[in-house]
């Protein structure tokens, strides 16, 4: 896989996430279950190592 072709993919996957995230957050109200906030504590934190792979994707290029 090229670095291009990698970048369109995180990218894919990064908007994926958020789109997730989105979600999420909209639909989450005061009284949240228990699997409310472990999805969005997943979903935070495969956006944070997204992000980091992103990071160190640039730094090489």
Same mark, same amino acid.
């Given at each position: 896989?090229?670095?291009?072709?990698? +970048?369109?993919?995180? %990218? %894919?996957?990064f908007?994926i996430?958020?789109?997730?995230?989105?979600?999420?957050?909209?639909?989450?109200?005061?009284?949240?279950? +228990?699997?409310?906030? +472990?999805?969005?504590i997943q979903?935070f934190y495969?956006?944070?190592? %997204?992000?980091?792979?992103?990071?160190?994707?640039?730094?090489?290029?």
């Amino acid at each position: 896989m090229t670095k291009n072709e990698r +970048i369109r993919a995180l %990218k %894919k996957e990064f908007k994926i996430l958020l789109q997730k995230l989105e979600r999420l957050l909209k639909t989450t109200n005061r009284q949240n279950s +228990i699997d409310d906030v +472990i999805d969005l504590i997943q979903t935070f934190y495969f956006v944070y190592h %997204k992000v980091s792979d992103c990071q160190k994707l640039v730094s090489k290029l």
